[in-house]
């Protein structure tokens, strides 16, 4: 991209047009900042306040896509529409169809000997995703690599259905399929969406689909974080993130 074009996306990202653009977060790490723990998670301030607020102005054209569980985020948002595990657990979706329960009962007789490997490494963690499951070592960094190991021989006993996802300190599993990408192109085919253009912010390697498919709609790409990640634009981070907003729901 050339010089002048990132000169005008950046100043078109200052004043942004709220009757124009359709706004797509992810969460941790986008939105709150990353934890040892995944289930100490929260939003700053008045972050959620000021979420809701940019719902409103933009008459609902604001969802969260995340790789959480819809859920475990959901309370925290009020009525801003969440799309959880990474696009699979989509808003007004059936929820746990049978193939879902299929993919629960080929996991389950993994996690125990992963239990056991993460009580042997404090500060290590194993998320439990029912068809799927994430292994974080933030809290103890120093498991990095038999963490990994773990991860790619999980991988190898599930076979070609499962795909393996790195991000920071982590190594996420779940089934082929659905991304953040796809979940994003299913809420521009909602009518609160449909004709805006999206502005999509994430900061990990999960985040590239969906940061993708909002250049596709001719919107712009914002990374957050130190991940050099393929973005139009950049913020140092969730508290960057929610400073921009709160000046530009102020405007």
Do not use: Y
């Amino acid at each position: 991209m050339t010089e002048r074009a990132l000169k005008d996306i950046a100043l078109q990202f200052g004043s942004l047009d709220l009757d124009r653009h359709a706004f797509f977060f992810d969460f941790d790490g986008t939105l709150a900042e990353l934890v040892d723990d995944p289930a100490n998670v929260s939003l700053a301030g008045e972050l959620a306040g000021d979420l809701a607020r940019l719902s409103a102005r933009t008459r609902g054209a604001v969802a969260i896509i995340t790789g959480r569980h819809r859920d475990e985020v959901a309370p925290m948002l009020g009525d801003i529409p969440v799309a959880g595990l990474h696009g699979s657990d989509f808003p007004g979706d059936i929820a746990r169809t049978d193939q879902d329960a299929v993919r629960m009962a080929v996991i389950r007789p993994l996690l125990p000997a992963l239990a056991d490997l993460v009580a042997a490494h404090p500060g290590a963690i194993l998320e439990d995703k029912g068809a799927g499951l994430a292994l974080h070592w933030r809290g103890a960094p120093g498991a990095a690599e038999v963490m990994s190991r773990a991860a790619d021989q999980t991988l190898a006993a599930l076979g070609p259905d499962w795909r393996m996802q790195h991000g920071k300190c982590v190594a996420e599993i779940r089934p082929v399929g659905d991304d953040k990408g796809v979940a994003l192109r299913r809420f521009m085919a909602e009518p609160a969406f449909a004709d805006r253009r999206p502005v999509a912010f994430g900061d990990d390697l999960n985040d590239l689909p969906m940061l993708q498919a909002a250049r596709d709609f001719g919107g712009i790409a914002v990374a957050l974080g130190e991940r050099d990640l393929p973005a139009d634009l950049r913020l140092a981070g969730p508290a960057a993130l929610a400073a921009w907003l709160s000046e530009r729901l102020a405007a």
